[in-house]
C-alpha cells in the first residue's frame, strides 16, 4: 500500500472522482505554485471504490468552494498543527465564470471574445449548468 506522508500546515482536497486531480490541478494552475503538492491517483476508498486526493502545504490562495463545478462530493480538510482542524464539503455555485467556456459557435462568447463564459446551475440533481447566453449546456471537463 502507497503510503504519502502527514502535513504540517496545509489542505487536503479529498474524495475526487477518480481521474478527477489532474483537471483541479490545471484548473487552479497549481505548476505555479511555490510549495509541495501530492497527487494521488486511483486511490482505494471504502465509499467510492476508487478515488484522487491532492495534498499540498500552506493556506489555499483561491476559493476552493468552486471545485464544486468538478465535483460536488470533494471535501477539503483544513491541516494544523499536524491535525485537521476543519473538515468542509464543497457546494456547486449557482453561478460560475470563467471556469468553463461555450461550445455553441453561435454563441455571443464566441463572437465578442472579451465577454466572459458565464454559466448558471440549472439542475443540480443532474449536474448541469448551462451558458446564460445562449442556454448550451455544459458538458464536463476533459
Known amino acids: 500500500m ?4 502527514g502535513l504540517h500546515e496545509g489542505v487536503v482536497i479529498d474524495h475526487i472522482k477518480a481521474g ?6 490545471n ?5 505555479k505554485w511555490d510549495t509541495e503538492i501530492a497527487i494521488i491517483k ?7 471504490g476508487r478515488k484522487d486526493i491532492i495534498k499540498f502545504e500552506g493556506k489555499p490562495v483561491v476559493d476552493l468552494d468552486m471545485l464544486g463545478v468538478f465535483d460536488p462530493n470533494i471535501t477539503f480538510n483544513i491541516i494544523q498543527n499536524n491535525e485537521i482542524v476543519e473538515k468542509r464539503k464543497v457546494r456547486m455555485p ?6 468553463m467556456q461555450c461550445v455553441n459557435p453561435r454563441c455571443i462568447t464566441s463572437i ?3 465577454l466572459p463564459h458565464k454559466f448558471v446551475l440549472s439542475d443540480r440533481t443532474n449536474l448541469v449548468y448551462r451558458c446564460v447566453y445562449c442556454e448550451q449546456r455544459f458538458k464536463g471537463f476533459k
Open 112 to 114: 465578442e471574445q472579451e
Open 94 to 99: 449557482e453561478v460560475v465564470e470563467n471556469i
Open 20 to 25: 478527477g486531480a489532474m483537471k483541479i490541478y
Open 2 to 5: 502507497l503510503n504519502i506522508g
Open 42 to 48: 486511483n486511490a482505494s476508498s471504502n465509499k467510492m
Open 27 to 31: 484548473y487552479l494552475n497549481m505548476e
